[in-house]
């Protein structure tokens, strides 16, 4: 059985591939979604907030919008919470006083 070139080269393209994604899977599974702390147009996502996803966001702090932060430590720090909530995050409570 004859192994032309091209078989070769799209095993190895795949093997490098599946390297690369193995290498990063770690670095984002460490990251929590943080709800109530993105300003409005920084947000990664939402949760049924009315709005496509990233940057969408029109509501500084939305308990429905999240934001991508490295623990849940930090989460807190911001004013988050790990699920979502109606409601503002409480750095957009602070901005109201």
């Keep these: 059985m004859k192994v032309s070139p091209l078989t070769v080269a799209a095993a190895v393209a795949g093997a490098v591939s599946l390297a690369a ?3 990063t899977t770690p670095a984002v599974a460490a ?4 709800f ?6 920084q947000n990664d996502c939402n949760t049924k907030a009315g ?21 849940a430590s930090a989460c807190t720090k911001l004013g988050g919470q790990l ?3 109606k409601g503002m995050g409480k ?4 901005d109201k006083s």
């Design 31 to 34: 990251k929590v979604k943080c």
């Design 51 to 71: 709005h496509d996803c990233a940057g969408h966001s029109k509501v500084s702090y939305s308990g429905m919008d999240f934001k991508t932060v490295a623990s």
């Design 83 to 85: 699920k979502p909530f």
């Design 91 to 94: 750095m957009g409570m602070k």
């Design 36 to 41: 109530g702390a993105a300003k409005a147009g």
């Design 21 to 23: 994604v193995a290498t």
